[in-house]
């Protein structure tokens, strides 16, 4: 993203999974501030704030690259080239990733099964990949996960500070650029819708 401040667009999620747009904010970093302190568990919790960012403010693509949990390599050069990306940081230690980890499946199995333009990927924090491998075993998740201590946290400062708590989830659209943000706890509506809007994007 650039230096200069860009709007974002908070939206909140209907039943129906519409996403209806509810208030700006005039620094895309201003979020940090909503993070709170996670008492027992030792992370920064974000309050589930879903937002989106217009087209012609998004800035540069990511450039996110690296070893994952299992010993193989994801590139969005490679993986993610000319298709929206869903990012997920994560870790086997924060409750809410735990517990927000089958909707984001979920939702990554539906996308998968109709054969739609989007991956998924995990960057799991603060822990050795072996202890992220054996966590996304036991859940039964099937996309990959970057490890991001073993590549030295390089793919955390890839997303140019747009990940403050953990879990965050950013939507990529097909340039690579962040589109919407989740800075919390998620669920399988407001993945696919996110993801549906960016889709469904010229």
Do not use: H
């Not at 993203?1 to 747009?21: C, D, E, K």
């Not at 800035?59 to 993986?79: C, E, K, P, R």
């Amino acid at each position: 993203m650039t230096s200069t401040p860009v709007r974002w667009v908070a939206a909140g999620l209907a039943l129906g999974a519409a996403l209806s747009l509810a208030a700006c904010q005039s620094d895309p970093n201003s979020l940090a501030a909503q993070a709170g302190s996670g008492s027992r568990a030792g992370y920064a919790a974000g309050d589930g704030s879903i937002e989106q960012l217009p087209p012609a403010s998004r800035g540069q693509a990511l450039a996110l690259s690296g070893t994952t949990v299992d010993g193989g390599t994801w590139s969005m050069d490679v993986q993610g080239a000319g298709k929206v990306v869903v990012i997920n940081v994560w870790g086997s230690w924060c409750p809410p990733c735990v517990a927000e980890t089958p909707a984001l499946q979920g939702a990554w199995a539906a996308y998968e099964k109709a054969g739609k333009p989007v991956v998924f990927v995990g960057i799991d924090t603060m822990e050795a990949p072996e202890t992220g491998l054996a966590f996304l075993r036991a859940k039964g998740v099937t996309f990959p996960s970057i490890n991001d201590q073993a590549n030295q946290g390089a793919p955390v400062l890839a997303l140019q500070g747009k990940a403050p708590a953990t879990p965050t989830t950013l939507v990529l659209d097909r340039q690579g650029r962040v589109a919407a943000r989740v800075l919390g706890p998620t669920s399988e509506v407001t993945v696919r819708a996110l993801v549906d809007a960016v889709l469904a994007e010229a």
